[in-house]
């Protein structure tokens, strides 16, 4: 990203980031400041990106919603927040006009925002190209765009219920009061580049705007941001959503959200060894770590990049093609994480059989068992399979952390408050790179701050 900074520097004549800052700073700056906007924060996006999240939109936060009016308040509003190209907002009126009981009764409002103008001007015209529907049904294009020479426009009943806007989460203190009252927040792959102190800010105010029981959408990447005295997680159709609470501290009525996919199948991957039943030789055996090998690393490189920018497709693509033979075992890892990600269950399992057969005491195996585990509703193999990874290495802070976060979300608090704090001992202890791979690309900083607000959030409670 520097290296956009420096062109810019060059366009404006300065040398130095102190006189860059300056200038965009002045009068005369403005409209270089709209230029190094638009330059660093063109986002890769397409339509029905992270399915798993459309699911749980069309099939049960927003048939909830739709009961909540009682049709009385035939009314519903949704902020796409970061909403780049357009791509997500779209998609968002296009599941409420085929959702919505006579939709042209409903008083529908879809505001969507970003601080990038050239961003904006792409969304309103509503124009794109074919790159934009991979991973989408042919029939759904057909439905909702007309094509002509390659290029496809949302049609103009889609486009009228979407308002787009310019709008810098960073710059308010208080969002404007058009942005309060939504039924739905949508802001993916936004807060996780902002500094810790800014994402938290950000969404302490989403939970203001939010009334009590509303939602929020967050990327894969953010989910640990969502503070935990504002919001409760929820599992939910393979993926995790974000209610606001009722109050600091207090049970909400969740409408049984603790849902499996329907298609869920017992999964095929061997079952996990439990740490009391080892046998010594096999307890001493467990300090051996194989060495980790890596077929070529420039690959893995480019194909973690990829992951974190949650392009899956082109992460996959990065790893050399037909290379079956002594791939390593941190590819496999981390294929296994891509497919874990991209809700492709099956490949995931055949990742991870693979990587059991390349060595079955590796720590990270039972971790990503144990995410494969949870995400099909099996949530006591889990805390198996996370025990399993501790046992092989007392420092991983993954295994931890998710135990302390599904005994936190089935309320066992005294289990959920000892495992926040043996995750916070092993914090310093873990790896940078291996945290960031397991914690969604979160930061240490970033974690230290959640597990000792958990921590401090239990002790409130048991003191009251």
């Not at 800052?21 to 400041?33: A, N, Q, R, T």
């Not at 190094?36 to 099939?59: M, P, Q």
């Not at 005491?361 to 198996?384: F, N, Q, R, S």
Request: aromatic residues 10%; hydrophobic residues 35%.
């Amino acid at each position: 990203m520097f290296s956009l900074v420096r062109e810019r520097m060059s366009s404006v004549g300065v040398d130095s980031p102190e006189a860059y800052l300056s200038f965009i700073k002045s009068l005369k700056g403005s409209s270089e400041l709209k230029n190094l906007i638009s330059c660093v924060t063109v986002g890769e996006t397409y339509f029905l990106r992270n399915k798993d999240h459309w699911r749980a939109f069309n099939k049960f936060v927003l048939p909830r919603i739709i009961d909540s009016k009682n049709g009385k308040n035939r009314s519903v509003k949704i902020w796409s927040a970061g909403c780049s190209t357009g791509e997500e907002a779209y998609t968002i009126a296009v599941s409420l006009l085929e959702s919505l009981p006579f939709p042209q009764n409903w008083d529908i409002k879809i505001m969507a925002t970003d601080i990038n103008e050239a961003s904006l001007a792409k969304a309103r015209a509503g124009v794109y190209t074919r790159n934009a529907f991979r991973g989408v049904e042919e029939q759904w294009v057909k439905k909702w765009f007309t094509e002509k020479k390659g290029a496809y426009r949302i049609r103009k009943e889609v486009r009228k219920i979407v308002d787009f806007s310019s709008l810098n989460l960073v710059s308010q203190n208080r969002f404007p009061s058009a942005y309060t009252d939504p039924d739905i927040i949508f802001c993916r792959n936004v807060l996780m580049y902002f500094r810790k102190e800014v994402y938290m800010r950000v969404i302490k105010q989403f939970a203001e705007c939010l009334k009590p029981g509303e939602f929020l959408f967050l990327g894969h990447a953010e989910g640990a941001m969502a503070r935990q005295d504002n919001f409760k997680s929820i599992n939910c159709c393979d993926t995790f959503i974000f209610q606001k609470r009722n109050d600091f501290g207090s049970r909400i009525l969740d409408f049984g959200l603790n849902w499996k996919n329907e298609n869920d199948q017992q999964s095929t991957v061997a079952k996990t060894p439990q740490p009391e039943t080892l046998p010594d030789r096999e307890r001493k055996s467990t300090f051996h770590r194989p060495k980790s090998k890596i077929q070529n690393p420039k690959s893995y490189t480019v194909a973690l990049n990829y992951y974190f920018q949650e392009n899956s497709d082109a992460a996959l693509k990065a790893f050399p093609e037909n290379d079956n033979k002594n791939v390593g075992l941190k590819n496999l890892i981390l294929k296994t994480m891509i497919h874990l990600d991209s809700s492709d269950w099956v490949n995931a399992e055949k990742s991870l059989q693979e990587l059991r057969n390349e060595s079955d005491i590796l720590p990270e195996v039972y971790v990503l068992e144990a995410m494969l585990k949870e995400v099909k509703g099996d949530h006591d193999g889990a805390v198996k399979a996370n025990q399993a990874a501790i046992f092989l290495d007392k420092d991983f802070f993954a295994p931890r952390f998710r135990l302390a976060r599904i005994y936190q979300n089935q309320g066992h608090v005294k289990k959920a408050q000892k495992h926040f704090e043996h995750a916070l001992k092993s914090l310093g202890r873990d790896s940078e790179d291996r945290m960031k791979l397991f914690c969604g690309g979160a930061s240490r900083e970033l974690l230290e701050e959640i597990c000792g607000k958990s921590i401090a959030d239990f002790a409130f409670r048991n003191a009251g």
